[in-house]
Structure formats: C-alpha cells, structure tokens
C-alpha cells in the first residue's frame, strides 16, 4: 500500500529517502526512534507513521515527557492506585493502558529522567509495568515510537540517557534533515503556507519575489519548519499587496545572506515609542515578571500624579477597576 504523507510536504531527495523508510516501517511493529533539529517536523512525521500502520485505528497517545514534570510523568504514563500518594484520590489510568492497541509517542525523550528510563525499558522489553502504588503487573499491546532533538548518543556518553534504553529504542532511526539541506523544499512549503494563510486576504495570496526567492534558499532557518511557517503567516498579515520583496524580509533574514537592509520607514526615531527589548529586559529585569513589575510601577504612578492622587481619575486612565488599582497598590506597598 501507498503511504500516505498526511500533510507531509517536500520533495527534496532527503526527504524522499525518509519516506522510503518510513513506508517500510509503518506497517511493521518495530519501535521508531525520531531525530532531528527542533522544528523538522518530527511530530508530523510519527503521526504520519501512526496513521499509516494497522494501528490507524486504534488510539494514538502523545506524551511530552519534557513538558510535564518527573514527579506527574510517571503516573501519566503508567496510572496510579487510589491512595498511591497524598493527591491520589482515586484511581487513574495511565497512558500506556489508554493506547492499548494504538501507538504510544514519548516525544522529547531525552528530557526524560534515569528512574523513569528504567520502567520504559521493561515497558519494551516485557510489555509490562504495574501503576504507581499497585502490585498488579498489567499487560500492554502498544507501539512505541520516541522523537528527541537531542543528539541521544551523546547524552549516553555523558551519563544523561541509558545505553540500553537508547539500543532499544533505536531499532529503526529516522533523521529527520534540517530544512537548509532540503533545497527547493523550502520555497514549495513557502508557498503551501503562504497559501494557506492567504485564504482571508483581501488582496489574495502572497507570491515571492525571484529576490525574496533567492534568499530564502540561502537562509540557514534554525527554527526550521516552524520558523519559515511561522514567518509566513506574518508575512500575511504584514504585507500589503500580493509581492514579498526583498524589503520585506526581516533584518535577521537579510543580514545572514549578506544583504544590507533597506532603511525601514517606520522604524522609530529618537523620541519616538520603542517597544522594549531584551537589552531592556537584562538591564532592568532581570527576570519578564520583575521587569512588567517595574513597568507596571511606573504607569501607576504617573497616573497617579496626573490624577493629583484621585484614585477613581487613575484608575479611570488606566482603564481598569478602582479596586483592582487599589489591590495593586497595597500589593505594591504603595498607598
Ligand atoms: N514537511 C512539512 N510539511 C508541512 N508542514 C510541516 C512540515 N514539517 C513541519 N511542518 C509544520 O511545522 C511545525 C513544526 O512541526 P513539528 O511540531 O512536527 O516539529 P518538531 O520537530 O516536533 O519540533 P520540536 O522539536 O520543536 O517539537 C508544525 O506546525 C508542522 O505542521
Ligand atoms: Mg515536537
């Protein structure tokens, strides 16, 4: 049977060669081990993978093993008795259990902790494991399939990642290549998105200038995918008319593949608003929330002052509530 990208665009010979293997494995049971720079489309890929398996119809589970804390990941992974630990009021089913069947994705596996590593494991060795605080051995019929933008190998080397969970997992590897070694890939996603994000423009889809073209292909995208998807949907919104030009690029872009930028019309002049950046950030911060603080401080006070200390006034120019302003202001100490 044909595999199906689902959504998957490019034709670049890299790219190809993934989908050789890809098509190879899907069907099989095999467990997959994803690499690749963060952005290349490694999640696409292993559900790519999920729907074209016999397991299509089963269920497909994620799990973010770096987004969700140790002490939660490995109730979220294997459930937990009632009474497991002091929050434990009932009892919960656990991923592994949830995709029985289907396909289990442990996606940012190299975030994962040593502990942990070792229940993986026995999970892919015995297809087996027990829910936190049970003495039921449970059974699983699922597939494995892990995706990491670290390079696993070396976090062996460094102690970071078990050699053998690293072997077994990485029965059939899959380097998923950086969008700057995809070549002409680069502009047909360029136009697929910005196809997709011109469906509500008034003045239509967006085309690239043979410039613009040029130094797209140059670009080294180190957001890869989502980068270039996430600047077309900007270019979208910003750019009026139907034409990327070569002015339109940011500076980033532009400054990378040697071009000098051409003067922005808009840009700030002395005097003028400037948004704040992160040199702001590091000289007043230094962390976003000490720094909004400080921000917040001093709009407080000059409405104040403008308002001669009447709080229904500055509350009124800030556009907010007179008790949220005199919240803020005994949170501050400021009244
Ligand atoms: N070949 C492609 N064709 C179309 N869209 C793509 C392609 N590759 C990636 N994308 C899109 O780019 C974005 C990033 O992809 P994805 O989340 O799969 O990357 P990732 O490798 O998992 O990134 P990270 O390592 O940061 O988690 C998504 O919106 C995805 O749909
Ligand atoms: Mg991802």
Same mark, same amino acid.
């Given at each position: 049977?044909a595999? $199906?990208? *689902?959504?998957i665009?490019g034709?670049s010979t890299?790219? !190809?060669?993934?989908f050789?293997v890809?098509t190879k494995v899907a069907p099989? $049971? #095999?467990?997959v081990?994803?690499t690749g720079?963060s952005g290349t489309?490694?999640? %696409?890929l292993? /559900?790519a993978?999920h729907?074209n #398996?016999?397991?299509?119809?089963?269920?497909?589970?994620p799990?973010? *093993?770096?987004a969700i804390?140790r002490?939660?990941?490995?109730s979220?992974?294997?459930?937990h008795?009632?009474?497991a630990?002091t929050? =434990?009021?009932?009892?919960?089913?656990?991923?592994?259990?949830?995709a029985?069947?289907?396909?289990?994705?442990?996606d940012?596996?190299?975030e994962?902790?040593?502990?942990l !590593?070792?229940k993986?494991l026995?999970?892919l060795?015995?297809?087996?494991?027990?829910r936190?605080?049970? #003495?039921?051995?449970?059974?699983?019929?699922? /597939?494995?399939?892990?995706?990491?933008?670290r390079n696993?190998?070396?976090?062996v080397?460094?102690g970071?990642? /078990?050699? $053998?969970?690293f072997y077994r997992?990485?029965v059939?590897?899959i380097d998923?290549?950086p969008l700057?070694?995809?070549?002409e890939?680069?502009?047909t %996603? =360029?136009?697929?998105?910005l196809?997709r994000?011109?469906?509500?423009r008034p003045s239509g889809t967006?085309?690239?200038e043979?410039? =613009? &073209?040029n130094?797209?292909l140059?670009? #080294?995208?180190?957001?890869?995918?989502?980068?270039l998807?996430?600047?077309?949907e900007?270019?979208?919104i910003?750019c009026?008319?139907? !034409?990327?030009?070569l002015?339109d690029?940011p500076?980033?872009?532009?400054k990378?593949t040697?071009?000098e930028?051409?003067? &922005?019309?808009?840009a700030?002049?002395?005097?003028?608003?400037r948004w704040?950046d992160?040199g702001?950030? &590091?000289?007043?911060?230094p962390?976003l929330?000490?720094?909004?603080?400080q921000v917040e401080?001093r709009?407080?006070t000059q409405?104040?002052e403008e308002?001669e200390g009447?709080?229904? &006034?500055?509350a009124?120019?800030?556009?907010?509530?007179?008790?949220t302003?005199?919240?803020k202001?005994?949170?501050k100490?400021?009244m």
């Amino acid at each position: 049977m044909a595999f $199906d990208p *689902c959504g998957i665009i490019g034709k670049s010979t890299p790219l !190809q060669e993934v989908f050789r293997v890809l098509t190879k494995v899907a069907p099989s $049971d #095999s467990t997959v081990l994803v690499t690749g720079e963060s952005g290349t489309g490694k999640e %696409l890929l292993v /559900r790519a993978l999920h729907r074209n #398996s016999k397991r299509a119809d089963k269920p497909f589970v994620p799990i973010n *093993c770096g987004a969700i804390p140790r002490e939660l990941l490995e109730s979220e992974l294997f459930g937990h008795e009632k009474g497991a630990f002091t929050h =434990a009021i009932r009892t919960k089913v656990g991923r592994f259990e949830l995709a029985h069947g289907g396909t289990v994705f442990l996606d940012e596996i190299g975030e994962m902790d040593l502990l942990l !590593q070792v229940k993986i494991l026995r999970v892919l060795q015995e297809r087996e494991f027990e829910r936190v605080g049970g #003495s039921k051995t449970i059974k699983t019929d699922v /597939r494995i399939i892990a995706a990491t933008n670290r390079n696993l190998e070396e976090e062996v080397g460094r102690g970071n990642f /078990r050699e $053998d969970l690293f072997y077994r997992l990485n029965v059939i590897p899959i380097d998923l290549p950086p969008l700057r070694e995809r070549g002409e890939d680069v502009l047909t %996603l =360029a136009n697929y998105f910005l196809g997709r994000f011109g469906k509500n423009r008034p003045s239509g889809t967006l085309n690239l200038e043979q410039q =613009a &073209r040029n130094i797209l292909l140059n670009y #080294s995208w180190p957001g890869n995918v989502r980068e270039l998807e996430n600047f077309m949907e900007r270019m979208s919104i910003l750019c009026d008319g139907n !034409q990327i030009a070569l002015g339109d690029l940011p500076e980033k872009i532009l400054k990378e593949t040697g071009i000098e930028p051409p003067p &922005r019309p808009l840009a700030a002049t002395d005097g003028a608003f400037r948004w704040p950046d992160l040199g702001d950030l &590091r000289d007043y911060g230094p962390t976003l929330k000490d720094f909004l603080d400080q921000v917040e401080d001093r709009l407080l006070t000059q409405a104040l002052e403008e308002a001669e200390g009447v709080k229904n &006034r500055a509350a009124e120019i800030l556009g907010i509530k007179r008790t949220t302003l005199i919240e803020k202001l005994k949170k501050k100490d400021m009244m």
